[in-house]
């Protein structure tokens, strides 16, 4: 049995998020019909993490066992032909026997994208969040660094959560600009329910003056969702990087 894995990017605009479901179409089930199809047989993917419904990827992980003895070029092509225009395989090789794309990951990057412009982009329709209010790069990236270090992040997750341990170790985050585009990037051993999108909302509330500058590590203390800021829309939502 060979384990394969994949290194795969998508627009999530048209997806109920990565996990197959009931409801609608999902990465997850794309992606296994077109390698079933291809291979002939019964292909389920194990994937890096759930991503909701509209989130994008520059860098998705999965791995699967086959028999079939298609080579890592061969199964690139062939599935790339048989997927939507919105999923793409990058990489395909052959994996040691006990790798597994979730339970092997160390940690994650996240990068959120906002078009920070008065005037829309219609290019930019379902992949950024448009924000056409001024925002201070500089000092939400001073803010921003409080979110770093191993903290309880239960204010900045969704009442969805199932997690118990909401603690969570944050590597980097950082704010920059390019041009009309604000790029929140974060790091970290994991990542909660809606986390990402909330301390994104922290952030823009930050910079609203809806709450004060200086509160994120009290609103981390206090442990209550309703202390910390808006859930932002997923469209800006990116999975940037895996690490193993």
Same mark, same amino acid.
Do not use: W
């Given at each position: 049995m060979r384990n394969i894995k994949v290194i795969m990017a998508y627009n999530g605009a048209g997806y109920h998020g990565y996990q197959r479901q009931n409801n609608g179409d999902t990465i997850q089930q794309t992606v296994e019909e077109a390698l079933s199809k291809l291979l002939r047989e019964e292909?389920?993917?194990?994937?890096?993490?759930?991503?909701?419904?509209?989130?994008?990827?520059?860098? =998705?992980?999965?791995?699967?066992?086959?028999?079939?003895?298609?080579?890592?070029e061969g199964l690139l092509k062939g599935t790339n032909d048989l997927l939507p225009e919105d999923i793409a395989f990058l990489e395909v090789c052959e994996e040691r026997e006990d790798f597994h794309a979730r339970f092997d990951c160390k940690g994650k990057e996240y990068e959120y994208v906002i078009h920070n412009s008065t005037v829309k982009n219609p290019f930019y329709a379902d992949t950024v969040m448009r924000y056409k209010y001024p925002l201070d790069e500089k000092m939400l990236d001073l803010e921003a660094k409080a979110f770093i270090g191993r903290q309880d992040f239960k204010s900045f997750c969704s009442a969805e959560c199932d997690k118990e341990d909401t603690t969570r170790t944050i =590597?980097?985050?950082?704010?920059?600009?390019?041009?009309?585009?604000?790029?929140?990037?974060?790091?970290g051993d994991g990542f909660l329910y809606n986390m990402v999108r909330i301390m994104v909302g922290t952030l823009v509330c930050i910079n609203e003056g809806k709450i004060?500058?200086?509160?994120?590590?009290?609103?981390?203390?206090?442990?209550?969702?309703?202390?910390?800021?808006?859930?932002?829309?997923?469209?800006?939502? =990116?999975?940037?990087k895996v690490f193993y």
């Open positions: 292909i389920v993917i194990n994937g890096c993490s759930r991503t909701d419904a509209g989130v994008h990827a520059r860098e =998705y992980i999965f791995n699967f066992k086959t028999e079939n003895p298609i080579s890592c =590597y980097s985050f950082d704010v920059v600009r390019e041009n009309d585009l604000v790029k929140m990037r974060v790091s004060e500058k200086g509160k994120i590590k009290e609103i981390i203390e206090q442990k209550d969702r309703t202390k910390a800021g808006i859930t932002v829309v997923p469209d800006g939502l =990116y999975l940037n």
